[in-house]
Structure formats: structure tokens, C-alpha cells
């Protein structure tokens, strides 16, 4: 099958339930038993939870009353993301042995660009099984994978044999791949917006295909010219291995709901600190101020500010984030307050690097040995 645009070999890999996976690691008691990382407590929250509590119903972000409720002999942990942070270290060593094209997503998953790779295997199956046996073997742990001639294809790819397992989708299988899938499993259509596209008709790739880029637009809007271009293959998003930030945050969760805006400055303070400490890290400033407030009954509010100029001071971030929380009464006790700040100075510098990726990419029809 012949594409107007350039292939390329990417692999995504994404380890399995890794946080509840490394807890078992270091505790080998823990396997076999129903296990969630996170709180137990009526105000905790599941971070993340294993295969056999999965089976309850148990999974992330629900509360951790809930998830006691689902399965009562539920096993719960307290997260240890310094741990997490050095496994995940490790599994990135594994895969700068095969490419320094590597974009981690989060601490268990990442993009790995093989078109070119330093093992000369033509193959990107192999090397995914390569990478997957090695961090089997020196890590102790186990990690899918799909791989295809995108980004987005791959992503989709590697949740369908979960765990342990792995899913190529070669160049002349992608549109049949693509026509057959459910909408939900399309990277990017989350369950509102899958909801919106059943009322619509749109079950499967192949309905998603029947519409035209302006039907797309009018009832998605941006997402639209990107719907109708991922069904059909396209998704030219290239592997960044320096991952620019588009925004930098900071929240916290509170073991007392906070019902006077007194104590919810004191924390902000607190936050706006965190939030200075992380923009100096990574040298950046932005433009738009957004507050995050969540509430008792988890109901999330934002609100936002843009200001002519770039800021990255504690008083400054304070001083509009303050503002923004007198803008309107809160509607409910809080538990939750975060301050982050984006439109970004690092803008212009994507940019440049999107052009010195597109005059880099590869250009002609390669042959796939995948």
C-alpha cells in the first residue's frame, strides 16, 4: 500500500500497571491479590491499581471509598514515586540502547522512533520483543507494545494484547485496522466526545470515515481535521526526544476540606512557591494564569487570566491567582487547589523545532520490514 506521506517505524511502549506492578516487585507478597496504590481513606483516591482489582471495577482517579466498596479485600499501598522515578530511569536506559529518539509520555510509557536504529535491525517487531524481553529480564517487569507506521496507530496498538504482549500493525493492514475499530479505542476520543459521535451515527472507524472534514469540524471543531486525518492513516506527529512543555502546574489535595477563602490563600502561597520552583527548573514563563478548583462533590472548576507579559515570580503568579479565586464565590467546600501557567515562552522555540523535524523527516517510500 503506497501513502503520500513519509512511514515511519514507531513503537510504543507501555508497561503494565506499573505502579501497583513495581509495589509487587518489592513486595512479592503483594502478587496474586487484588492491590490499588493510593488512599484508602474515605477522602483517598486510587493512583493506580492491578490486573485483579481491575476485575472489580477498581481503577484509577475513583475515590478510594469506592473502590473498597467494589472489592472489599482490596489491598491498598501509599505511592513511592521516588521508586517509580528510578525503575522508570532504568527502562529508558533499555530503550536509548536501541534509538536516542525517545519521547516518554509519563513514567510508564513512551514513543521510540526505530526507523533508523543503532542495532541495524529492520525489523521493528523484533526490536519491540528485544526491548520488552530485556525489561522482563533486567527490571523485573512487564510491558506491552504496539507498533506501526505512527504515532497514533502505534498507541492504539499497544493496548490490544495487554499484558505482556504486543501488536504490529504493518503498512498495508492500517486502513482495515483502522475501519474496524471501535470509536473508543480511537487515541483522543474520550467518552464524551464518543457519546456525541454515537448520537452522530459513528460506531467504528469505517462510519468515522463516511463523513467529510467540515461535518467533522462543525460538530468537533479542531479535533475534527484530526479525526478525519488519523482514520485515514495520517498522523504526522514525528518522535521528540526533548519534549517541549506546553504548560507547567502545581496543585494539592487537602486532608480538611477548605470552606473560607482565608485558608485557601495560605495555600496558594504555598502553591505559587511549588509552582516558582518548578518554572526556574525548567526556564520558562507564560502568559495565562489558570486556577483549578476542585470541590467536595469532585466537580472541578477553572479559571484563567492572560496578562501582556511573561511572568515566572511567586508574587506575580500569587498576586493574579489571588484574583481569579475572589472572581467568583465558591460554590462548595474544597479539597483541591492548583495554579498553572501556559501560552508559554517555549512556543517559539517548538516551532523552530517543528521545522528542523519536517526538513529531517524522511522523505521517500521506505520499504517496511516490520
Excluded: W
Excluded at 105 to 131: F, H, R
Excluded at 257 to 274: D, H, W
Excluded at 311 to 323: F, G, M, V, W, Y
Amino acid at each position: 500500500m503506497e501513502f503520500d506521506f513519509p512511514l515511519r517505524k514507531i513503537i510504543h511502549v507501555d508497561m503494565d500497571a506499573f505502579y501497583a506492578s513495581v509495589e509487587e516487585l518489592d513486595d512479592p507478597s503483594l502478587k496474586g491479590k487484588p492491590l490499588a496504590v493510593g488512599g484508602g481513606s474515605k477522602r483517598g483516591v486510587v493512583s493506580a491499581a492491578n490486573y485483579e482489582a481491575r476485575k472489580f471495577g477498581v481503577r484509577s482517579a475513583i475515590s478510594g471509598f469506592l473502590a473498597r466498596k467494589r472489592c472489599p479485600e482490596l489491598i491498598f499501598v501509599p505511592p513511592r514515586f521516588d521508586r517509580y522515578k528510578e525503575i522508570s530511569k532504568q527502562i529508558r536506559a533499555i530503550f536509548y540502547e536501541y534509538t536516542d529518539l525517545v519521547e516518554p509520555l509519563s513514567l510508564d510509557e513512551a514513543y521510540l522512533d526505530v526507523t533508523q536504529n543503532k542495532k541495524g535491525n529492520p525489523s521493528a517487531s523484533m526490536i519491540a520483543e528485544e526491548i520488552r524481553a530485556k525489561i522482563l529480564k533486567d527490571v523485573g517487569l512487564s510491558a506491552s507494545a504496539g507498533i506501526s507506521i505512527n504515532k497514533f496507530i502505534a498507541k492504539v496498538a499497544s493496548d490490544y494484547n495487554k499484558p505482556n504482549g504486543q501488536k504490529t500493525v504493518p503498512p498495508e493492514e492500517v486502513l482495515g485496522f483502522l475501519e474496524v475499530l471501535d470509536i473508543r479505542k480511537f487515541y483522543g476520543v474520550g467518552k464524551v466526545t464518543a457519546e456525541r459521535m454515537y448520537q452522530l451515527g459513528i460506531f467504528t472507524g469505517k462510519d468515522l470515515k463516511t463523513k467529510d472534514v467540515e461535518f467533522l469540524t462543525e460538530h468537533f471543531g479542531k479535533s475534527g481535521s484530526f479525526y478525519f486525518n488519523v482514520v485515514r492513516g495520517i498522523h504526522l506527529s514525528t518522535v521528540k526526544p526533548n519534549r517541549i512543555a506546553k504548560s507547567v502546574g502545581a496543585e494539592r489535595t487537602f486532608s480538611d476540606n477548605l470552606t473560607s477563602e482565608i485558608f485557601m490563600l495560605e495555600k496558594l502561597e504555598n502553591i505559587a512557591t511549588e509552582l516558582e520552583r518548578r518554572l526556574k527548573k525548567y526556564d520558562v514563563s507564560g502568559k495565562t494564569i489558570t486556577l483549578k478548583i476542585k470541590y467536595s462533590d469532585f466537580t472541578t472548576q477553572t479559571r484563567s487570566k492572560t496578562i501582556p507579559y511573561y511572568i515566572s515570580a511567586k508574587d506575580l503568579i500569587l498576586e493574579t491567582a489571588k484574583e481569579l479565586l475572589y472572581q467568583e464565590k465558591p460554590k462548595d467546600s474544597v479539597r483541591l487547589l492548583g495554579i498553572s501557567l501556559n501560552n508559554l515562552n517555549t512556543d517559539k522555540k517548538e516551532k523552530k523545532q517543528q521545522k528542523t523535524e519536517q526538513k529531517n523527516s524522511i522523505s521517500v517510500q521506505l520499504k517496511f520490514e516490520f
